[in-house]
């Protein structure tokens, strides 16, 4: 996912959590229901967060060890290619 898009799923839970604060102050939800609400948005958000992080820490395991091979496949010279 591209940082533009990391930064459009911040902006679309952090709208979500305002309007679910919004609804409780306008009392059409009560306490529980705010709670479990705000409950869900942060559980989901951060899952989103963590699975993110956890791709980009296996691309970089990945791209690390390809070059690895790469280099030794070369005697540690650089590429010619």
Not at 34 to 42: D, K, P, Q, V
Not at 51 to 80: A, I, M, W, Y
Request: proline letters at 1%.
């Amino acid at each position: 996912m591209k940082r533009t898009g990391r930064y459009r799923v911040s902006i679309i839970f952090g709208i979500a959590f305002i309007v679910v604060i919004f609804l409780y102050y306008l009392r059409l939800i009560n306490a529980t229901a705010l709670l479990a609400t705000l409950g869900s948005i942060e559980t989901i958000y951060y899952g989103g967060l963590k699975t993110q992080l956890d791709n980009d820490l296996l691309f970089k395991e990945l791209f690390n060890s390809f070059n690895g091979r790469v280099l030794r496949g070369h005697n540690g010279s650089p590429c010619s290619w």
